[in-house]
């Protein structure tokens, strides 16, 4: 299960940066995402996601979630909370 899940939300991370990077392409070729606010919190939990995907580290994982967390997997049953999802 675990490997599932880590194989799931890291191909949807991964397809999320892609539209994420394909849309800040189509504008103007200078406009640069603002280092710090929003944009900033975001790449630093999408490289701590990435960083945990690659170590395998499920309870690490799970951490970037809340505690009301559910995950929405295709036709897989949606674990609740932080401790389902790292399992």
Avoid: H, W
Avoid at 35 to 45: D, H, L, P, T, Y
Avoid at 63 to 85: C, F, H, Q, S
């Amino acid at each position: 299960m675990k490997s599932l899940l880590v194989s799931i939300l890291g191909l949807g991370l991964g397809a999320g940066m892609l539209a994420a990077q394909t849309a800040g392409k189509a504008g103007s070729s200078s406009a640069k995402a603002p280092a710090g606010g929003m944009a900033g919190a975001f790449g630093k939990v999408a490289r701590d996601f990435e960083a945990a995907v690659g170590r395998g580290d499920a309870a690490g994982l799970a951490a970037l979630y809340t505690e009301d967390a559910v995950l929405m997997p295709p036709n897989a049953p949606a674990p609740k909370g932080r401790a389902a999802i790292e399992e």
